[in-house]
């Protein structure tokens, strides 16, 4: 892993610097020359830049972005046209979400189901100020795992499609192995995703136990108050969760940016890290502020700083800005070789030898919803299951690839 970020930085494709430069919230001079620059470059492709902001779902900053720039630029004008046709449909698409969810949240709430609404909507308004910036697939719901199976009972009574029957939601085994369930709009084609966790627990251990309904913040949209994550968890589950997927999408990281921006100094970071550090997931909020700090100049306490210099999170921050036009995850690889590279930056994030280790091990032996999708026992024998995947793993690593060479 390189040490020099900045260099790691300047090495991405023009396209990345073009999608970072137009997500900044205090664009410099040198932000708008780069995006006016790369604008008129005769090799422009708009359709594979729409696709790329899309991919990375900042689309609507790229849009305001440039929307902006061109009342200082005319010529930038003759994009607008085509950019405002996809921005329109993301706004009118993220309203009707918007719309729905506060339904969706009234009729839990109606029945007696506390929830929280979090990332979509919630996190737009959070942290963007505005529902229409910040691109979403889906509606996050979480509710107490006590209540899971009624919640779905009553979406499915909403017209929603559930992705399997909802019976399932009263296996307490596929319940441990999983962390939402999802709903498919018949009418509305809306994807709605109800969660009893927010992360899974083969990532963070600790975190999958955090009672988050202790603390609550509220959101207010299209003047309704909705009850979402406490902006302490948020920060702490948005870096979670980026780092889960290796922070594929720039969107991840500009969600951070923008969070702590808006939030400024009512955020305690005493209080912050000594929440992550309980829910050991020290290293992995670093690693968030650090990209957000790298790539959008994120303002942070000089305590906070002086920890994103140390060499390791320096060294996390330069690989993840690397993996970003880099083909260390393609499409060439095998499943496994995927796997394995997920599984060692995954380690990496850690804080301690001892959870180091704790994660090798529930990594390797705790059971998955592939094993328990392979026997259905009764909850006296979910022990069973510990057995069964370390058959399941020397079965598909050994016994079978020893009979492909015989065969052969």
Not at 6 to 12: G, H, K, N, P
Not at 82 to 95: E, F, H
Not at 118 to 142: E, V
Not at 147 to 163: F, G, K, R, S
Request: proline share 3%; aromatic share 10%.
């Amino acid at each position: 892993m390189p040490n020099n970020q900045s260099e790691t930085i300047t090495d991405l494709s023009d396209e990345l610097l073009f999608l970072i430069a137009c997500c900044q919230t205090e664009a410099t001079k040198e932000d708008e020359n780069f995006i006016y620059t790369y604008l008129n470059d005769e090799s422009l492709d708009l359709n594979t830049l729409i696709r790329l902001a899309n991919q990375h779902g900042i689309f609507p900053l790229v849009y305001k972005s440039i929307m902006n720039l061109s009342k200082s630029h005319a010529s930038l004008e003759q994009f607008l046209p085509d950019l405002k046709s996809v921005y329109s449909q993301i706004a009118r698409r993220n309203m009707l979400m918007s719309a729905e969810l506060i339904r969706i949240m009234k009729l839990l709430k109606d029945n007696d189901i506390e929830a929280l609404a979090f990332k979509g909507p919630a996190l737009a308004k959070m942290a963007y100020g505005d529902i229409t910036l910040r691109q979403y697939g889906d509606l996050d719901i979480l509710v107490d795992e006590k209540d899971l199976y009624q919640a779905a009972a009553l979406i499915v009574d909403q017209n929603y499609e559930p992705m399997d029957s909802i019976e399932f939601l009263k296996n307490s085994a596929k319940i441990h192995v999983e962390k939402n369930y999802e709903f498919y709009g018949r009418k509305n084609g809306i994807k709605v995703e109800i969660h009893w966790r927010l992360i899974n627990s083969s990532f963070l251990k600790k975190f999958k136990n955090y009672n988050v309904f202790s603390t609550q913040d509220t959101v207010h949209i299209n003047n309704t108050p909705l009850p979402t994550l406490d902006t302490k968890i948020l920060l702490l589950y948005l870096c979670n969760h980026g780092a889960s997927h290796m922070w594929e999408r720039l969107e991840w990281i500009v969600d951070i940016d923008k969070l702590v921006r808006v939030e400024g100094t009512s955020l305690n970071w005493d209080t912050i890290m000594i929440l992550a550090a309980s829910l050991q997931s020290k290293i992995t909020l670093l690693l968030g502020l650090g990209l957000s700090k790298a790539l959008f100049h994120t303002k942070l306490p000089p305590e906070i700083e002086s920890q994103l210099n140390s060499a390791q999170i320096s060294n996390l921050v330069s690989f993840v800005l690397q993996t970003f036009d880099s083909d260390l995850i393609t499409k060439d690889h095998t499943s496994h070789e995927k796997n394995f590279k997920v599984f060692q930056f995954n380690l990496a994030l850690q804080d301690s030898l001892l959870t180091k280790a704790r994660f090798i091990l529930h990594t390797l032996f705790d059971y998955s919803d592939r094993d328990v999708m392979s026997i259905n026992l009764p909850k006296p024998l979910f022990f069973l299951y510990y057995p069964i995947r370390i058959l399941r793993i020397i079965n598909k690593y050994t016994l079978i690839p020893l009979k492909r060479l015989f065969i052969k």
